[in-house]
């Protein structure tokens, strides 16, 4: 079982950078592929990014490809989200969730375990 903690949200302006964090839980960490989704108010949650359980393979939702970059540290049990060149439409809740499935992890149906959200705001 993995349990998942995110921080580092917070406010941005339009243009400006954050990241966030997702600090896990469990000797088991590394078997385990990690993604990113948000959800903003009155609208679904969206899948953001996924990297690989050893982080060789990144994916990206079309709307933050160039712009986000995830990265993790299996020693660190933690998966990171850099986000650049933000965008009002980046407002919203982002969750970190965890896999141990390597297929269909734009989905998050496909996730067992999730945090409980960080909130990122981008003002214009």
């Known amino acids: 079982q993995v349990q998942l903690v995110e921080s580092g949200g917070g406010l941005a302006q339009a243009g400006g950078s954050l990241s966030v964090s997702c600090a896990a839980s469990?000797?088991?960490?590394?078997?385990?592929?990690v993604g990113w989704f948000r959800q903003a108010p009155g609208k679904e949650r969206e899948f953001v990014a996924a990297?690989?359980?050893?982080?060789?393979?990144?994916y990206y939702a079309d709307s933050v490809k160039g712009r986000f970059t995830i990265s993790r540290d299996n020693a660190k049990t933690t998966v990171y989200l850099r986000m650049s060149n933000l965008k009002p439409e980046d407002t919203a809740l982002y969750y970190c969730a965890a896999t141990s499935s390597t297929v269909a992890i734009a989905t998050d149906s496909s996730y067992n375990y999730w945090g409980q959200g960080t909130q990122v705001t981008v003002s214009s």
């Open positions: 990297i690989t359980r050893s982080g060789g393979g990144t």
């Open positions: 469990g000797r088991t960490f590394s078997r385990y592929t």
